[in-house]
T-cell receptor
Framework: KNQVEQSPQSLIILEGKNCTLQ??????????LRWYKQDTGRGPVSLTI?????NTKSNGRYTATLDADTKQSSLHITASQLSDSASYIC???????????FGTGTRLTIIP | SQTIHQWPATLVQPVGSPLSLECTVE??????LYWYRQAAGRGLQLLFY??????ISSEVPQNLSASRPQDRQFILSSKKLLLSDSGFYLC??????????????FGNGTRLTVT
């Protein structure tokens, strides 16, 4: 069964600090992995996509990594800002009918 | 540029009442359209998707139905709401054709509470 597990469920850090969110998946055959940011009461917005051959990809202060061998991904946020407070959702696409499997997200809270 | 509109933002309906949520996309033609439900502590669940007018695929049998009367309009409906229909409903679109590397573009959702 295709599954995506994210950790931690929630995280609180001080403004300016760094943090790393984790995503483990069992989706097969793998096509790509995408991280979304979802502000409270809003729809998710894509941050970055990673395909099988990519190890690292950055989008501003967000850096995603992918280890396709261990089926793990991480999202690293540098110098956090209050606006980073949101849920971060990991989504893995399978090559079988392009099925998407969503993680339950990590709720990140940045405090001043 | 493309935009997606979803309304209403919040809705409180009694059990047994009908439901109609509407979603429209601007700035693109023949998009793939989706309805998702997001429950607390659970990942997004795909309810319906459509690759063209009148073409609806259902992922989960339930009390809901979807229709696509126009190219860029997607409607989620129910004849009689259940308490279990409460949740956050998200409409999304993606470029037509292969979606391997095409992101989903979500609306801002409708918070439905069935009382």
């Amino acid at each position: 069964k295709n599954q995506v597990e994210q950790s931690p469920q929630s995280l609180i850090i001080l403004e300016g600090k760094n943090c790393t969110l984790q995503c483990n998946y069992t989706v097969s055959p793998f096509s790509n992995l995408r991280w979304y940011k979802q502000d409270t009461g809003r729809g998710p917005v894509s941050l970055t996509i990673m395909t099988f051959s990519e190890n690292t990809k950055s989008n501003g202060r967000y850096t995603a990594t992918l280890d396709a061998d261990t089926k793990q991904s991480s999202l690293h946020i540098t110098a956090s800002q209050l606006s980073d407070s949101a849920s971060y959702i990991c989504v893995v696409t399978s090559r079988n009918y392009e099925k998407l499997t969503f993680g339950t997200g990590t709720r990140l809270t940045i405090i001043p | 540029s493309q935009t997606i509109h979803q309304w209403p933002a919040t809705l409180v309906q009694p059990v047994g009442s009908p439901l109609s949520l509407e979603c429209t996309v601007e700035g693109t033609s023949n998009p793939n359209l989706y309805w998702y439900r997001q429950a607390a502590g659970r990942g997004l669940q795909l309810l319906f998707y459509s690759v063209g007018i009148g073409q609806i695929s259902s992922e989960v049998p339930q009390n809901l139905s979807a229709s696509r009367p126009q190219d860029r309009q997607f409607i989620l409906s129910s004849k009689k709401l259940l308490l279990s229909d409460s949740g956050f409903y998200l409409c999304a679109w993606s470029w037509e054709g292969s979606s391997y590397n095409s992101p989903l573009h979500f609306g801002n959702g409708t918070r439905l509470t069935v009382t």
